[in-house]
């Protein structure tokens, strides 16, 4: 008989990028992160010049962020307890809109932090990215953890019987995204772990009463 499956998220999920990512530009390039509202394309500028940086100056950045310094990333609060804890009721796997190259550093990166997930690469919406998971797993039931709005609306527009929980652990932006479940696309909203591990053992369990 198959198990649940937990599909999770990996930045600011798991492991806290914007905190880190934010140091970084700081000190190797004199640019301040300052989000404000939900723009993110207008939250990093030049020191110097005040100036915000272009679309295409900022993908490039990111870019070299997970290619030299993924070792900033630290975990969020309770994530590495949580997701041992739910191994024992479920098989976890990591899902994150990173290039292909950067799958096996993301697994090694993850297994520095004690979490010793398979780990799925994908760009642009998940919802297709996660039916295929789902195609290969079989699971009893399915859930799905990430930060961002726009990847629960894909999940269930493809994949409605997913139970989908919106979790963003980096108070810099958990209060500046949209709202997934507002929006009627996720089953919650929980952004820290301590509450989220109960409310997901909970529904782990419903499927064996």
Not at 27 to 49: K, M, P, Q, V, W
Request: aromatic content about 6%; charged content about 25%; proline content about 6%.
């Amino acid at each position: 008989m198959s198990r649940p499956l937990i599909v999770s998220d990996c930045d600011e999920v798991l492991l806290h990028m914007v905190s880190p990512f934010r140091s970084w530009l700081d000190e190797a390039h004199g640019i301040e992160f300052s989000l404000a509202g939900n723009d993110f394309s207008r939250a990093l500028r030049r020191r110097t010049t005040g100036m915000v940086l272009e679309a295409g100056e900022v993908w490039p950045l990111l870019d070299r962020f997970f290619e030299y310094e993924m070792h900033r990333q630290a975990p969020i609060a309770g994530a590495v307890e949580a997701m041992r804890r739910l191994s024992e009721l479920a098989d976890v796997v990591v899902l994150t809109n990173l290039t292909d190259r950067h799958r096996e550093p993301r697994a090694r990166q993850l297994a520095e932090h004690g979490l010793g997930l398979r780990v799925f690469t994908n760009q642009g919406p998940k919802g297709p990215a996660l039916k295929a998971i789902l195609d290969e797993y079989q699971p009893s039931r399915a859930v799905f953890i990430d930060d961002l709005a726009q990847h629960h609306g894909s999940v269930a527009e493809l994949t409605p019987e997913v139970l989908r929980l919106h979790m963003c652990g980096e108070p810099l932006v958990a209060p500046h995204i949209a709202c997934a479940h507002a929006a009627g696309h996720a089953h919650a909203r929980i952004d820290d772990w301590a509450s989220a591990l109960p409310w997901l053992v909970e529904r782990l369990n419903e499927d064996s009463r």
